[in-house]
């Protein structure tokens, strides 16, 4: 079922008599100048905004789509996220896979209350697992965490909670303002804690023993005047039997609001700033931020304001003032992260660097920097976020033996997929000769693999693993130790070529898909896999032999030296010694497969070394032909 709005559920007459109750405040209220630290007619209508001389106050809440979920945010506590859906019940060990900085309201965990400070795992609940009649309700445990010194501005927090009432949704309201909340004036404090009070009461044991919470006569009346304001809305839904339709994280965002303009004045936010947007937040070491956001303000005015909201967390801002153009400051200047970090990971993932000019790259220094000028980047706001997060997570050993153990599966499943195609290859295409169906049917499968697995693994981008033109030329210096590439493919090639153009053709074709194959397999799949694990050369960057290059020409050097059999086998040798000719031929194939692996990180693309490999395949196969040297 589709989830409602007010407007969608009540129609806009009914909505509006919502926020506009026909019955005006009652006398007693009027005239106690302790009911609110607001004019005493705001409380039958703190919204409205034409009242004369009322200024209205930010709203401070927005409910944002992520790529996984929906999510509640508050500008003043950045590091708190809520979700609110009415599926959520977790049970202990559910909750405990949530992972840390987690809060559970009022149900949202099917288990007695909990306070875990080793994991950060607090579950404010009055109903399971504990004597409910001596329990706090949810929103008086929330009030009592916050004053007892809960810090949510360290880490990433997430609130779960489901059923949006009045208990939870004042607890929310606490913990999303829990700076405020600690530095309450003493009116807004005779607004506040009167309504916990109550509210937790009747929540917890109902309306009868409520009348005995502690409250004196006149707060308890206009806590309760308050509460049933508060209240009208989830009235007015359930008596229509509607309540389930509403859209839970709505509905929350709207009463945030409301309890805001019952707390609050404007004099409150006199010294409130805010951005035009802030896209999100990412951790880049160890309490550390980088905030990407949008405003029209210089990059010093918008990073004294961020610091305002993030303190000494503050470590990067990268900020948007023309669409897609960005720059990003290091905001912490003696600090051990360098922006170059960032650069270099931005640089392989925006597919709007690709070598052409060398300099269209994320760029600057390790003070101030920004996008690719001029054409700016084609990332997404989330997607810098993730990145900036990315560049300077660090990569642990067993993340990176995984990933190498990945690669090496891939090329011996991809290898062997080709091999035991050439069985079948000239029964499957019988009108070209048994070397030439050999060649493509070993080629087939191993190019398709690595495409399928490429689109995979690099999440649809498909340059990040090489797949674009090439960028640049200084990598074709490189080019006669990467012909060396081909050799392990003259070993696949006949002594004696076609004769006939007919037969020649089909013959060249397959020597040519099978070198794009072996380049999309070990320079675009296995170098692809690894290539975020470690530093890697770009266009017209600084020359250096890169981690994935030296393993994937390892892997490469040994797949060649298996392709090398059959010459061993069949034809004439090299050298005297098996075990001599094929090393000697593994260690040629390493060799050309690290200047093959500088070549594709060069120039960002895997086509300069194919076009390389099939020309070694030829030389190669020249040589064996006429048995030079042998």
Not at 553 to 565: C, D, E, K, P
């Amino acid at each position: 079922m589709a989830l409602l709005r007010a407007d969608e559920v009540l129609g806009e007459d009914e909505a509006g008599w919502l926020e506009s109750p026909a019955e005006p405040a009652p006398e007693s209220q009027a005239m106690n100048p302790a009911l609110s630290h607001q004019p005493a007619d705001e409380l039958v209508s703190p919204f409205d905004p034409q009242r004369a001389g009322v200024a209205p106050l930010p709203d401070r809440y927005e409910l944002r789509e992520t790529e996984k979920t929906r999510v509640l945010l508050c500008e003043e506590a950045p590091r708190v996220r809520v979700r609110v859906d009415r599926k959520f019940s977790f049970s202990e060990s559910e909750a405990r896979e949530l992972g840390e900085r987690v809060i559970l309201l009022d149900g949202a965990g099917r288990f007695g209350p909990m306070l875990d400070n080793t994991t950060k795992l607090y579950n404010l609940d009055h109903h399971e697992g504990c004597e409910r009649l001596f329990t706090l309700a949810t929103c008086e445990q929330a009030m009592l965490l916050v004053h007892s010194g809960l810090n949510l501005s360290e880490g990433d927090w997430t609130i779960y909670a489901n059923e949006p009432d009045l208990d939870t949704v004042l607890a929310i309201w606490v913990l999303l303002n829990y700076e405020r909340v600690r530095t309450l004036s003493a009116a807004a404090r005779d607004v506040l804690l009167p309504m916990l009070r109550l509210e937790g009461a009747i929540d917890a044991n109902g309306s009868e023993l409520a009348g005995i919470c502690g409250l004196p006569q006149v707060a308890h009346e206009q806590a309760n005047e308050r509460l049933d304001w508060l209240m009208r809305r989830e009235r007015a839904y359930k008596s229509r039997g509607l309540w389930g339709s509403t859209d839970p994280a709505e509905f929350t965002a709207d009463v945030l609001r409301e309890v805001d303009a019952l707390i609050f004045s404007s004099l409150d936010f006199m010294e409130y700033d805010r951005l035009e947007e802030v896209y999100g937040h990412a951790e880049i070491g160890e309490g550390k931020v980088a905030v990407v956001c949008r405003d029209g303000r210089g990059i010093y005015e918008v990073e004294q304001l961020l610091k305002k909201r993030w303190g000494d967390q503050l470590g990067i801002v990268a900020l948007e003032k023309d669409r897609r153009h960005y720059t990003l400051r290091r905001a912490t200047p003696l600090a051990d992260f360098l922006l170059q970090t960032a650069y270099d990971r931005l640089n392989l993932l925006d597919p709007v660097v690709d070598g052409r000019p060398a300099g269209k790259c994320w760029g600057g220094s390790n003070e101030i920097g920004g996008s690719p000028r001029p054409s700016g980047t084609r990332l997404s706001p989330q997607e810098l976020v993730d990145v900036l997060g990315v560049s300077y997570r660090k990569i642990d050993i067993l993340r990176q033996v995984g990933h190498l153990a990945r690669a090496f599966f891939l090329a011996l499943t991809l290898c062997l997929a080709g091999w035991s195609a050439v069985l079948y290859a000239p029964d499957l295409i019988p009108a070209w000769s048994e070397t030439t169906a050999g060649l493509v049917g070993w080629a087939s499968p191993v190019l398709l693999g690595a495409l399928i697995l490429s689109f995979v693994f690099s999440r649809r981008r498909f340059w990040l693993y090489g797949y674009r033109g090439p960028a640049g030329t200084d990598w074709a210096a490189l080019a006669p130790l990467a012909a060396l590439g081909g050799l392990p493919l003259a070993g696949q090639l006949p002594s004696v070529f076609p004769a006939t153009p007919a037969e020649f053709a089909p013959f060249a074709a397959g020597v040519a898909l099978l070198a794009i194959a072996v380049e999309a397999c070990f320079r675009g799949l296995v170098h692809g896999v690894m290539i975020l694990d470690a530093p890697v050369q770009r266009a017209g960057g600084r020359w250096f032999v890169s981690r994935p290059t030296v393993l994937s020409a390892i892997l490469y050097g040994f797949a060649g030296a298996v392709a090398w059999l059959p010459t061993v086998v069949d034809g004439p040798r090299v050298l005297a010694d098996v075990g001599l000719e094929l090393g000697a031929v593994a260690a040629l194939s390493t060799l050309g497969g690290l200047a093959l692996g500088m070549m594709r990180e060069r120039s960002l693309s895997i086509w300069p070394g194919a076009a390389l490999v099939f020309f070694g395949a030829w030389v190669g196969a020249v040589l064996l032909r006429f048995q030079w040297g042998f």
